[in-house]
């Protein structure tokens, strides 16, 4: 009796499990990239009361097992949301020019972070934020903490690369030990007030259009106040 052997190799169930299992890594940055776009998305249409899991995991082409494995609930997922927008401001081609001196440099930085954090996305979430305030003032404040710190971390690193010119460095407030507080008021004095006006209505086309003018003033005044 002549009997069929299976061919060398992996048996069928062995063969399935091969393909089971997590994505590959590579893949893993992109469902992220989907689910933080879907979400954004759908708060922004609706809100964070307003907008569902399954509506964000529809956009998203995911499952909801993949989002609750990556953010517990709404709330992580919105600050998750929340400081991707802080990220991209203060990942985009950020750099200090060469061969100019420090106010040319402050200007470039001011005026490039300005026109990235000046979108309708960007100003969006953070109206969300604010207007979710009420019913999650933990949230609110995590988020705003986590966005401070991260502000002032990026502005404080290309402040320390402006103080190797020769007129940053001569400048007390420049030095090491303050260089902390000095970003905290470059913040408050050339980026916070076009923030609050985008914050409270005012259209982001005529924000945009005074960008150079704004912060070629409020630069001025910084470092005069530095140098004071």
Same mark, same amino acid.
């Given at each position: 009796?002549?009997?069929?052997?299976?061919?060398?190799?992996?048996?069928?169930?062995?063969? %399935?499990?091969?393909?089971?299992?997590?994505?590959?890594?590579?893949?893993?940055?992109?469902?992220?990239?989907?689910?933080?776009?879907? +979400?954004?998305?759908?708060?922004?249409?609706?809100?964070?009361? %307003?907008?569902? =899991?399954?509506?964000?995991?529809?956009?998203?082409?995911?499952?909801?097992?993949?989002?609750?494995?990556?953010?517990?609930?709404? #709330?992580?997922?919105?600050?998750? =949301?929340?400081?991707?927008?802080?990220?991209?401001?203060?990942?985009?081609?950020?750099?200090?020019?060469?061969?100019?001196?420090?106010?040319?440099?402050?200007?470039?930085?001011? =005026?490039?972070?300005?026109?990235?954090?000046?979108?309708?996305?960007?100003?969006?979430?953070?109206?969300?934020?604010?207007?979710? +305030?009420?019913?999650?003032?933990?949230?609110?404040?995590?988020?705003?903490?986590?966005?401070? #710190?991260?502000?002032?971390?990026?502005?404080?690193?290309?402040?320390?690369?402006?103080?190797?010119?020769?007129?940053?460095? +001569?400048?007390?407030?420049?030095?090491?030990?303050?260089?902390?507080?000095?970003?905290?008021?470059?913040?408050?004095?050339?980026?916070?007030?076009?923030?609050?006006?985008?914050?409270? %209505?005012?259209?982001?086309?005529?924000?945009?259009?005074?960008?150079?003018?704004?912060?070629?003033?409020? =630069?001025?005044?910084?470092? +005069?106040?530095?140098?004071?």
């Amino acid at each position: 009796m002549n009997v069929k052997t299976r061919a060398p190799g992996k048996r069928p169930h062995e063969r %399935g499990a091969s393909r089971a299992g997590r994505p590959p890594k590579t893949h893993a940055g992109e469902v992220d990239r989907r689910i933080l776009d879907a +979400a954004r998305r759908a708060f922004l249409e609706k809100g964070l009361d %307003g907008a569902s =899991v399954d509506e964000i995991a529809k956009l998203a082409r995911a499952g909801k097992p993949t989002i609750y494995a990556r953010f517990p609930n709404k #709330e992580a997922l919105y600050v998750a =949301v929340a400081m991707r927008n802080v990220a991209e401001v203060i990942e985009s081609e950020i750099h200090l020019p060469d061969g100019t001196d420090v106010e040319e440099q402050l200007i470039s930085l001011g =005026v490039t972070m300005l026109r990235s954090a000046l979108t309708d996305d960007h100003i969006g979430v953070m109206r969300l934020g604010i207007s979710e +305030a009420r019913r999650f003032p933990d949230l609110a404040g995590s988020v705003h903490r986590m966005a401070s #710190e991260r502000g002032i971390a990026a502005v404080t690193r290309l402040l320390r690369e402006a103080a190797r010119s020769d007129k940053g460095g +001569a400048l007390a407030a420049f030095a090491p030990n303050r260089l902390a507080t000095t970003a905290q008021f470059f913040i408050d004095l050339v980026l916070w007030p076009m923030f609050r006006h985008a914050l409270f %209505g005012k259209k982001l086309r005529t924000l945009r259009a005074g960008i150079e003018a704004h912060v070629t003033q409020s =630069v001025a005044f910084f470092l +005069a106040a530095c140098r004071a």
